[in-house]
């Protein structure tokens, strides 16, 4: 079965400084999505790529789709503590209608 | 506020015990997705199901059963609870249930005591 593999599992950063998350694929991604998650909160929607080499950007928030690494990146440039929280990458597993989650990353920003 | 209800919010009980969570999706989406989130185990797809039929299944126990009924509204029942189905459960919603972002409620909290 497919299963996305996050790096870092956590990251404590410094207010102002820029970060990267990656996702890698145990297979081939047809698409990829990034949500956040606040704390014991529901997952938040941000980004969702398609196409090899795609890359989309909202705020200070980019994210980059490599079909052929089977790996995606969320960049997070300036960091603030208002971008603390969970990220978590996914995807429709191959061949079926099953959207999986990966293992996550834990953000930590402080002051 | 992602459109999506899910009660109730807190549940606490005891091993052995069968207890239902349901949820509402946002208005006008078919597909009603419902996920487990653990510490150990991360965010895990439990079914998904599309204008009332079930559309996907990944790793949900026999002991668990959900159901989509006709208004929409989705149930997730839970019977013979162990102390390790303690967990965040998620429901989401989308319009057409592939290719497309999912909204997500703001989670059941179980705790089996």
């Known amino acids: 079965s497919q299963e996305l593999e996050q790096s870092p599992q956590s990251l404590i950063v410094q207010e102002g400084k820029n970060l990267t998350i990656n996702c890698t694929s145990s297979k081939t991604l047809y698409g990829l999505y990034w949500y956040k998650q606040k704390y014991g909160e529901g997952l938040i929607f941000l980004m969702m790529l398609q196409k090899g080499g795609e890359e989309k950007s909202h705020e200070k928030i980019t994210a980059k789709l490599d079909e052929k690494k089977q790996q995606s990146s969320l960049h997070i440039t300036a960091s603030q503590p208002s971008h603390a929280g969970i990220y978590l990458c996914?995807?429709?597993?191959?061949?079926?209608?099953?959207?999986?989650f990966g293992t996550g990353t834990r953000l930590q920003v402080f002051p | 506020d992602s459109g999506v209800t899910q009660t109730p919010k807190h549940l606490i009980t005891a091993t052995g015990q069968r207890v239902t969570l349901r949820c509402s999706p946002r208005?006008?989406?078919?597909?009603v997705y419902w996920y487990q989130q653990s510490l150990d185990q991360g965010l895990q797809f439990l079914i998904q199901?599309?204008?009332?039929?079930?559309?996907a299944k990944g790793n949900i126990l026999e002991r668990f059963s959900a159901q989509q009924f006709p208004d929409l509204h989705s149930e997730l029942n839970l019977s013979s609870l162990e102390l390790g189905d303690s967990a965040l459960y998620f429901c989401a919603s989308s319009l057409r249930g592939r290719d497309e972002k999912l909204f997500f409620g703001s989670g059941t909290q179980l705790s089996v005591l």
């Open positions: 199901y599309y204008n009332g039929e079930e559309r």
């Open positions: 996914g995807a429709e597993a191959s061949n079926t209608d099953k959207l999986i």
């Open positions: 208005s006008g989406d078919l597909s």
